[in-house]
C-alpha cells in the first residue's frame, strides 16, 4: 500500500524558467492538499483540491502558482517563472474525506532550488 | 487569524531525561489539534489528534494533552532515535480544510 508519492524529490531551476510538482495521493484518496515550507519557518497550506475541482485556493500566490488534480492523473502544482523566493520544500498531503484528520498523510516532499 | 506558537524552538536531552514540548493555539474555534513528527529531508509523519480540552492520547514514549489554550507532547524517557523535529497543527471550524502550523520544536536526544 503505498503512501502519497511526490515527484521529483529534488527539483532545480534557473530564474524565469516553469517547476511542475507532482503528488500522486494513496489509494482511495480523493482530497489532495499542498503546503509550502519555506527555510526555518513552518508549513504554509497553499491549495485544496478534489478531483477536478479546486475547493480552496486561499493560501496560493495570486499570480504565477497554480494547482490542478485531473480525473486521471497526479494533482500537479505549478509554478510559473520561478524566483528564488520559490525554493522551499513543497508537501502533498492526501486524505479519502474532507476533514484533515487522522486520515490525512504527507508525502515526502519536493525540494526547489531556484538559482 | 489563527496562531500557534510552539516552545522551545530547540530542545536537547539526555537518553532518559523525560521532558515536555508546549503547543499554544489561538483559535475561535477548534475542530481539531495535530501532532506530526518531521525528520529531515522527509515529510511529516502523523503522530495524535486531540478533539477536545482534557483529551489524552499515548503512543509508546510519547503522550499529548490538551487544552482549551494549550497542547504538551510529553516524552518519557527518550531514546536517540526521538530525534526529530515536532510539530503541531491546528484545524479550525471556520478555515474549511486547512491546517495551521507551528514552526515547530528541534528534539535532540543525546546518547
Known amino acids: 500500500n503505498a503512501g502519497v508519492m511526490q515527484n521529483p524529490r529534488h527539483l532545480v531551476r534557473r530564474r524565469g524558467q516553469e517547476a511542475r510538482l507532482r503528488c500522486s495521493p494513496m489509494k482511495g484518496h480523493s482530497h489532495v492538499y499542498w503546503y509550502r515550507q519555506l527555510p526555518e519557518e513552518g508549513l504554509k497550506f497553499m491549495v485544496y483540491?478534489?478531483?477536478?475541482?479546486?475547493?480552496?485556493e486561499s493560501g496560493m500566490p495570486k499570480e504565477r502558482f497554480s494547482a490542478e488534480f485531473p480525473k486521471e492523473g497526479p494533482s500537479i502544482l505549478r509554478i510559473q517563472q520561478v524566483v528564488r523566493g520559490d525554493s522551499a520544500a513543497y508537501f502533498c498531503a492526501s486524505s479519502p474525506r474532507l476533514a484533515m484528520n487522522t486520515e490525512a498523510f504527507f508525502g515526502q516532499g519536493t525540494r526547489l532550488t531556484v538559482v | 487569524e489563527d496562531q500557534v506558537t510552539q516552545s522551545p524552538e530547540a530542545l536537547r536531552l539526555q537518553e532518559g531525561e523525560s521532558s515536555s514540548l508546549n503547543c499554544s493555539y489561538t483559535?475561535?474555534?477548534?475542530?481539531?489539534l495535530f501532532w506530526y513528527r518531521q525528520d529531515p529531508g522527509k515529510g511529516p509523519e502523523f503522530l495524535f489528534t486531540?478533539?477536545?480540552a482534557g483529551e489524552e492520547k499515548e503512543k509508546e514514549r510519547l503522550k499529548a494533552t490538551l487544552t482549551k489554550k494549550e497542547s504538551f507532547l510529553h516524552i518519557t524517557a527518550p531514546k536517540p532515535e526521538d530525534s526529530a523535529t515536532y510539530l503541531c497543527?491546528?484545524?479550525?471550524?471556520?478555515?474549511?480544510?486547512?491546517?495551521?502550523f507551528g514552526e515547530g520544536t528541534q528534539l535532540t536526544v543525546n546518547p
Open positions: 483559535v475561535s474555534g477548534l475542530r481539531g
Open positions: 486531540l478533539y477536545s
Open positions: 497543527a491546528v484545524h479550525e471550524e471556520t478555515s474549511g480544510s486547512r491546517l495551521t
Open positions: 483540491l478534489q478531483k477536478e475541482n479546486i475547493i480552496d
